[in-house]
């Protein structure tokens, strides 16, 4: 299999705060890599530092075969390194459609690609074509949840980063959003899932990262680490 991205030994420090050790960790062609943890692990830590908005202060990040460690963060997304950062973040005042069309912006010129991925992201979301002439800010949690990941796709990514994309959302939801993923990656993007709920993100994962106050401290196959016990005992007891 061939390496999407890979991160060797990556610090990272807010001020004085420590907040990523050392960190590696890959992910393959083709697949959705768990990266897991408590809150204030250094999760979305990690996101912000692949995608350029936090800096590295040692170690490297290469993408595609490139190193982009020290790239500006808009020249990373045009690269193909998509990032739906944690809380969603939609143009409240927007429609579903204008959001979805912003996506399309930054990365192509090209009308027919952006009608052909536009057509594609309704038919992943059905429920975002219901709403296409709705405001944003009037969506449930779930649904805002879904444009913020339409809109990722508008710009055709190679990487799409999800940073807890089930938080505050209701089982029944998650659970769809979820199918979604599964969906995406079936259609070849490469998926970084960051995620409290262990238990779901390993069931659609392949490989498994599990991330301690900013070190990585266990990684294995999905399937693996969900019968791992330690896991078991931090993540998945309920
Ligand atoms: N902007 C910031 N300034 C200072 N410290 C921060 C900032 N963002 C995060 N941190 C700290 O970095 C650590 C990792 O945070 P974060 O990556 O947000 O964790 P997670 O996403 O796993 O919950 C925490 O100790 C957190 O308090
Ligand atoms: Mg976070």
Do not use: C, W
Not at 36 to 60: Q, Y
Not at 77 to 98: D, K, M, Q, S
Not at 108 to 115: G, L, Q, V
């Amino acid at each position: 299999m061939s390496q999407i991205l890979e991160l060797r030994d990556v610090d990272a420090f807010y001020g004085q705060v420590h907040a990523l050790r050392g960190v590696s960790l890959r992910v393959e062609e083709g697949e959705i890599a768990a990266l897991l943890g408590s809150n204030g692990a250094g999760k979305s830590t990690t996101l912000k530092t692949i995608s350029g908005l936090v800096r590295a202060k040692g170690g490297s990040i290469r993408f595609l075969g490139e190193e982009i460690t020290r790239l500006d963060p808009h020249r990373i997304v045009e690269l193909g390194i998509v990032h739906v950062p944690e809380g969603r973040r939609v143009f409240g005042a927007l429609t579903v459609l204008e959001n979805l069309e912003l996506g399309g912006f930054t990365k192509r010129k090209d009308p027919a690609f952006t009608k052909r991925t536009l057509e594609r992201v309704m038919h992943l979301f059905p429920r975002l074509n219901e709403r296409a002439k709705q405001r944003a800010g009037t969506l449930s949690g779930g649904e805002q949840q879904m444009l913020a990941m339409g809109r990722a796709l508008m710009s055709d990514p190679k990487l799409l980063m999800l940073d807890e994309p089930s938080m505050g959302l209701a089982p029944i939801i998650v659970k769809e959003i979820f199918k979604i993923v599964r969906q995406i990656n079936a259609e070849g993007i490469p998926v970084l899932l960051v995620e409290q709920n262990a238990k779901a993100a390993l069931k659609l994962a392949h490989q498994g990262y599990v991330l301690e106050t900013g070190q990585i401290t266990l990684q294995n196959r999905a399937d693996l680490l969900s019968q791992d016990e330690k896991i078991v005992k931090a993540y998945l007891a309920n």
